[in-house]
């Protein structure tokens, strides 16, 4: 009875120990795999990639008609995430266009994340990119003024900033500035945009990204 006992806590504990060490959104990657296994959406599409402002516009493609779309946006995840799990949610896709929206979660994570560490960490993502495919067309959408970070906006304009001005030196990029769109005419957020979070947007929210995002996809 003792050694079943001990062998019984010695497979607990090993299962704990492995579901420990699984990496961050883990589980968000298996159910891509999952999905493509049932239904592969196919190569050379505009793949929207990042966090959860991807994530939760579950509609996209709706908001994007003659626009084939791939949404591949999971958790709150940051850029180091993205890459991590790059060949999960970008280069299995092959796609024509890639369309990032990440960063937020970076400097929200630590204080002591600056907006130096998120251009390195774009940067990084960029050339394993451009490592994996030299023509594919590569979008940022700005890190938007969510007004529960309120306190991180200066940071996400600085990040901003620097991120533009590296994407205008590379060739077939582009930097769509959804940040100024969302703000009153006293420079603060929108109110009306947002889910009760604060963080995450509602239909009008997504309404002002459609516009300007819209005419730097590929047709």
């Known amino acids: 009875m003792r050694y079943r006992f001990f062998l019984v806590i ?5 299962h704990l120990l492995a579901q420990e060490k699984k990496p961050a959104f883990w589980n968000d990657i298996q159910q891509f795999r999952k999905q493509d296994s049932v239904s592969f959406p196919g190569t050379g599409k505009i793949l929207f990639t990042g966090s959860s402002s991807f994530t939760k516009w579950k509609d996209v493609q709706a908001w994007f008609p003659g626009y084939p779309i791939i949404n591949r946006g999971f958790g709150g995840s940051s850029l180091t995430d993205v890459i991590r799990y790059s060949d999960d949610v970008i280069f ?4 024509k266009q890639i369309v990032i929206y990440c960063g937020e979660n970076d400097l929200a994570a630590n204080d002591t994340i600056s907006a ?9 993502l960029f050339s394993l990119i451009r490592s994996r495919d030299k023509n594919v067309l590569i979008a940022y959408i700005s890190m938007k003024p969510s007004p529960s970070r309120q306190r991180l ?23 769509i500035d959804v940040y100024y769109k969302m703000l ?3 420079g603060t957020p929108m109110d009306d945009i ?3 979070d604060k963080l995450h947007m509602n239909a009008k929210g997504y309404a002002i990204w459609q516009k300007v995002i819209e005419p730097y996809l590929l047709k």
């Open 116 to 124: 130096e560490t998120v251009i390195r960490r774009f940067t990084e």
């Open 194 to 196: 947002f889910l009760e």
């Open 153 to 175: 906006l200066p940071k996400f304009l600085a990040a901003n900033l620097a991120i533009k001005n590296f994407l205008e030196k590379k060739r077939k990029t582009a930097f």
């Open 184 to 186: 009153k005419t006293d």
């Open 92 to 95: 299995k896709y092959q796609p």
């Open 10 to 14: 010695f497979f607990i504990s090993a």
